[in-house]
């Protein structure tokens, strides 16, 4: 089982920046894919984006050229900076951990809002 900790999510004014980090513990089987979905209100889960143990990254169409997927294995941390933020971004971001078995674990998310 792996437990994943996600932070850094807040309130920040349209244009701005926030930086989303999720550690992951417990038994972590490699390699594995990290990634960052986010669901609003009355809407589906989505995919943000996505970054493999090579380091081989996947964004959604609406994110590219403003979000930046890293990690560090080391730390088995995921990171998210998400820049020029606009209110389309509100959600609640999990951060996923998929191990090459398939098995899927989730964070229990954490809140951004882009308001003035």
């Known amino acids: 089982q792996v437990q994943l900790v996600e932070s850094g999510g807040g309130l920040v004014q349209p244009g701005g920046s926030l930086r989303l980090s999720c550690a992951a513990s417990?038994?972590?089987?490699?390699?594995?894919?990290m990634g960052w979905y986010r669901q609003a209100p009355r809407k589906e889960r989505e995919l943000v984006a996505t970054?493999?143990?090579?380091?081989?990254?996947d964004y959604a169409a609406s994110v590219k050229g403003r979000f930046t997927i890293s990690r560090d294995s080391a730390k088995n941390t995921v990171y998210l900076q998400m820049n020029s933020l606009n209110p389309e971004d509100t959600a609640v971001y999990y951060c996923?951990?998929?191990?090459?078995?398939?098995?899927?674990?989730w964070g229990q998310g954490t809140q951004v809002t882009v308001s003035s």
């Open positions: 417990g038994t972590i089987f490699i390699p594995n894919t």
């Open positions: 970054i493999t143990q090579a380091g081989t990254t």
């Open positions: 996923r951990h998929l191990d090459y078995r398939g098995y899927v674990n």
